[in-house]
């Protein structure tokens, strides 16, 4: 720091050690020393060379500094200047929650963020399902789904029909796509049986007989998903997932199987 006072990484790493020093109770020099530090690193952020660092996370550094010095005003000040896209909403939330008793104030960033959490732990899981069954794990790609099935859904009970339970359909054709990979077409059977099952229950109950997701009612979210981007019905989801070429062996001879087993009428 002495010989290299402006540069940009040198600052920078050495607020990162201020801030690890300033993790205990009796780190509050050290959360101050880290602050200033943080401060001088973006007025040097144009020499920075790592793309994961950013002004943003700089300063939600700082800010998290503050709260650990109990100085929330400072923080949220901080959080809310540089919540670009939202990506401190949580944050902000929790800090007017849980060190401010502000529920007021809360709530609306609290329920943003739980919006952006639900989209954004679908894309995650999602992506990483199709990692591993590039890869050919398709067991960890199964994992991957049952995972994201469990959280997206929450405390709905099973047997209650829901918006989620549309795109559950493409889920378990998806769960069914790896067992045909792995050679397991009984098991492949069974989650291509549930989803056109469900597909069916969805496509043929009415708007009011589809019940809103118990958690976003309980927290009080007006927009939530119903997902129309895969198609307006449930069974056409899973028409268009299931093609003739789509190098999945066995599936769609179970898919003509268990279509003949339901009626006509409703598949």
């Given amino acids: 720091m002495k010989n290299f006072p402006n540069s940009f990484e040198i600052v920078y790493q050495s607020a990162l050690l201020y801030l690890k020093l300033g993790e205990t109770a009796e780190g509050q020099k050290a959360n101050i020393r880290a602050i200033e530090l943080l401060n001088h ?3 040097r952020m144009e020499q920075n060379q790592d793309d994961s660092v950013s002004e943003v996370s700089v300063r939600t550094m700082t800010a998290n500094a503050y709260l650990r010095l109990n100085n929330t005003d400072a923080a949220l000040r901080i959080l809310k200047k540089y919540n670009v896209c939202g990506v401190n909403n949580a944050r902000i939330g929790m800090v007017f929650a849980d060190f401010l008793h502000d529920t007021e104030a809360a709530e609306p960033y609290l329920k943003k963020a739980f919006s952006g959490f639900a989209k954004e732990i679908n894309d995650i899981m999602v992506g990483y399902a199709n990692v591993f069954f590039q890869r050919r794990d398709y067991q960890s790609a199964m994992d991957c789904f049952r995972w994201l099935r469990t959280v997206l859904r929450g405390i709905q009970p099973e047997e209650e029909l829901t918006w989620f339970d549309k795109y559950d359909c493409v889920i378990l054709e998806t769960m069914a796509e790896c067992c045909c990979m792995m050679g397991d077409f009984e098991k492949a059977r069974c989650y291509l049986k549930e989803a056109v099952r469900k597909a069916v229950c969805h496509d043929g109950a009415t708007s009011g007989e589809i019940a809103d997701m118990k958690f976003f009612v309980t927290l009080g979210l ?14 056409g989801c899973l028409r268009r997932r299931i093609q003739p070429d789509d190098g999945i062996p066995g599936l769609l001879g179970l898919w003509d199987e268990i279509k003949e087993e339901f009626s006509h009428e409703t598949v």
């Fill in 41 to 43: 690193a973006c007025e």
């Fill in 222 to 235: 007006d927009q939530q998903p119903r997902y129309e981007a895969y198609g307006k019905t449930a069974m």
